[in-house]
């Protein structure tokens, strides 16, 4: 007999989320996915280094995983970070609140985006790839540290304009793929089941604690519209999890590509019917969730899938690249930012819960300062 794919869904309150981030992880039997011994990261999802709701890996969920890891016997932990074009790690990681969180278990930060940190080196898939030996003829890479190591991923719950969802799977796409990851936007789907091969392969062990405290509606990973839900999900299978999320937020998660192939190659469960929810009964949620555009999503169309397909070696191979990382970053932080993102915020603060437990989080604790 077959055993189903298991999801954790927990309801929580701001005064209860510690707790209720280990009873999730003990629902989805955790221990049962990570290899004892094994040195665990922490991959938190930084999608923007502002502290935009339902955007980023949130301080309680970083704080409630390692406080239930530490209680587990998974005492050798590591956060590690990454960055894109339009994040900063260190301005991420300080503005979301980590830091405090990091010092006080004294857990240390690795960052796999920078050469002096952790080194990258060739990596051999021995399963079949889709999509990435054709992208990087001159071979995949990966970060030497990644080997050998349990992984969680700490992405939220939240849309996005290439994916329609993102979570667990595209958690990946920051930690195993270099700062040349946009090569790959145009088999995006393809991808993330192509990392998740990988992971497969190097990671002895597995596990994800995703945070729906707040979610993301709308053109995500950034430009969103929070929703406060109130729920907290973990599991052990990546594909189940992002699965059951979709389902939540109002799409068919077998439509959503990069979850139906991750499901037909055998990496997961992307059918809902196949997978036990355990906690909370979620039959009858649904937040008819939506993504829509924006700028960047109607430009990113016409370059990754629409008409100037053809010509991305010649905007992304070369240095003309530059010239879309700073629309990218200037559109984000200094255009969409200070007119629509700093009144939504202000907005969502007023009525949330969250943003009031947010705030008693400090940026930084006072020995970090002092040392800066």
Known sequence: MTTKAKVAVVKTTPDQVLEDVARTMELADYRAHLEPGATTILKDNISWHFPYPGANTTPWQLEGTIQELRKGGYGDLVCV????????????????????????????????????????????????????????????????????????????????????????MKNAFGGLLN?????????????????????????????????????????????????????????????????????????D???????????????????????????????????HFSVGDNTASKIGDLIWFGPLKRLQKLFFHTPLVYLFVFGSYFYHDFAWYPTVGKRRIASYAKRSKWMRLFETYPEETKEREKVA
């Open 253 to 287: 998660p077998m439509s959503i590509r990069y979850i139906r192939l991750a499901h037909e190659a055998g990496l997961g469960c992307g059918d809902p019917r196949d997978i036990e929810i355990v906690g909370e009964d979620i039959s009858q949620w649904n937040f």
């Open 81 to 168: 970070q990454n960055n894109t074009v339009v994040t900063d790690p260190k301005k991420g990681e300080r503005l979301n609140r980590y830091l405090p969180v990091l010092d006080r278990y004294d857990v240390p930060v690795r960052y796999n985006c920078f050469d002096w940190d952790l080194e990258w080196v060739r990596y051999q898939p021995e399963g079949e790839m889709l999509v990435l030996p054709k992208i990087f003829p001159e071979g995949i890479t990966i970060p030497a540290f990644f080997q050998g190591k349990n992984i969680v991923h700490l992405p939220t719950v939240k849309c996005h304009i290439y994916t329609t969802t993102t979570g667990a």
């Open 179 to 251: 700062t040349r990851r946009h090569y790959t936007h145009s088999w995006i789907h393809e991808t993330l089941v192509d990392l998740l091969r990988i992971q497969k392969e190097i990671h002895p062990g597995i596990f994800a604690v995703k945070d729906g405290t707040t979610c993301g509606n709308g053109p995500g990973p950034r430009t969103m519209i929070p929703v406060e839900k109130d729920f907290l999900m973990a599991s052990g299978d990546q594909v189940a999890i992002d699965a059951v999320a979709a389902k939540l937020m109002g799409f």
